[in-house]
T-cell receptor, first 110, second 112 residues
C-alpha cells in the first residue's frame, strides 16, 4: 500500500522567506503527484499536478519537483506572504484514487 | 460558476440514525470521490465512482453507502453501523487520470 509522508508537520517563517515543503512516498509506480492547499474548515484546492513523466511544474511563486526513483517531491514557495498561511497536502495517484499525506501546516508571520 | 456543492455544511447525527450527505457537481466530470478527514490526519478514501451506475469501495467503506444514479450527483449515507462518524467529509471529482482533483467545501458531521 502506498504510504505518503510529509515533513515537517508544521512550519513558521517570517514574511519574505523562501521555503521548501517535503513529501515522500513508498511506491515509485505512480501516475502523478498533486499538491493541494487547505484553509481551516474548507475544502482542498489543487495547486500543481506533476505527471510521472515530468520533473517539475511551476505556477507563479510555486514550484513543485518530482523525483520518482527516490520517491520524493518538494514544493518550493518563493517570497512567502501571510496569505500563504494554510495546510499544504501532497497526494499520489498510484491506482484508483489519490493517497494523501497528513500535510504541513504553514504559518507566515508579518 | 462550475464547481462542486456539498450540503449541509454542518450535520448532527443521533445514535442509531442514518444520515445522507449531498454532493453535486456541474463540471461534467465522470469520476467522483468521497474522503474522510480527521483532525491532524490525511484524507482517507471511503468510496469512488468512475462512471454512472458504478462505484467501488475505498479504504474505509465499512458503515457507509453511496449511489451514482446521475453523473452530477454522488450522495454518501453514513449508516448506524459507522460507530465513529465524527469527521469532516469531502467530496471530489475529476475528468480523468492525470487531471486535477476538484473538491467541495466539505460537511462537518458530529454525533449528538
Amino acid at each position: 500500500k502506498q504510504e505518503v509522508t510529509q515533513i515537517p508537520a508544521a512550519l513558521s517563517v517570517p514574511e519574505g522567506e523562501n521555503l521548501v515543503l517535503n513529501c515522500s512516498f513508498t511506491d515509485s509506480a505512480i501516475y502523478n503527484l498533486q499538491w493541494f492547499r487547505q484553509d481551516p474548515g474548507k475544502g482542498l484546492t489543487s495547486l500543481l499536478l506533476i505527471q510521472s513523466s515530468q520533473r517539475e511544474q511551476t505556477s507563479g511563486r510555486l514550484n513543485a519537483s518530482l523525483d520518482k526513483s527516490s520517491g520524493r517531491s518538494t514544493l518550493y514557495i518563493a517570497a512567502s506572504q501571510p496569505g500563504d498561511s494554510a495546510t499544504y497536502l501532497c497526494a499520489v495517484d498510484s491506482g484508483y484514487a489519490l493517497n494523501f499525506g497528513k500535510g504541513t501546516s504553514l504559518l507566515v508571520t508579518p | 460558476d462550475g464547481g462542486i456543492t456539498q450540503s449541509p455544511k454542518y450535520l448532527f447525527r443521533k445514535e442509531g440514525q442514518n444520515v445522507t450527505l449531498s454532493c453535486e457537481q456541474n463540471l461534467n466530470h465522470d469520476a467522483m470521490y468521497w474522503y474522510r478527514q480527521d483532525p491532524g490526519q490525511g484524507l482517507r478514501l471511503i468510496y469512488y465512482s468512475q462512471i454512472v451506475n458504478d462505484f467501488q469501495k475505498g479504504d474505509i467503506a465499512e458503515g457507509y453507502s453511496v449511489s451514482r444514479e446521475k453523473k452530477e450527483s454522488f450522495p454518501l449515507t453514513v449508516t448506524s453501523a459507522q460507530k465513529n462518524p465524527t469527521a469532516f467529509y469531502l467530496c471530489a471529482s475529476s475528468s480523468g487520470r492525470n487531471e486535477k482533483l476538484f473538491f467541495g467545501s466539505g460537511t462537518q458531521l458530529s454525533v449528538l
